[in-house]
């Protein structure tokens, strides 16, 4: 799994910081910095820039057909979308049943 990291670049000239700054060191700008996600990938051991992904509205997003397995038991069926779908982990909680 590719690790995470989180540096600071300002908007207003590109510097970088691997914390979040109020003023900006090199151009004196105030509030000019966002965080940035860099990605490391274990196999080439770099770190990259994830790629532009822009945000659409849910009913813009195509509906994908997964095959569900049941479990036998309807409600809990009914929770998770009609059964278990192969490859997903599902965390159940309750409190306990008094004997």
Do not use: Q
Not at 26 to 31: A, D, L, Q, T
Request: with cysteine; hydrophobic share 30%.
């Amino acid at each position: 799994m590719a690790k995470v990291k989180t540096i600071f670049v300002c908007s207003n000239c590109g510097y970088e910081s691997a914390k979040w700054l109020g003023k900006c060191p090199s151009c004196n700008e105030w509030s000019t910095f966002y965080e940035e996600k860099l990605v490391k990938d274990k196999t080439t051991n770099s770190l990259e820039k994830p790629k532009n992904v822009t945000p659409r509205k849910l009913n813009e997003i195509e509906e994908k057909s997964t095959e569900r397995k049941k479990t036998g038991f309807k409600e809990l069926d009914m929770v998770l979308g009609g059964g278990i779908v192969k490859g997903s982990l599902i965390l159940l909680g309750g409190e306990p049943r008094n004997r």
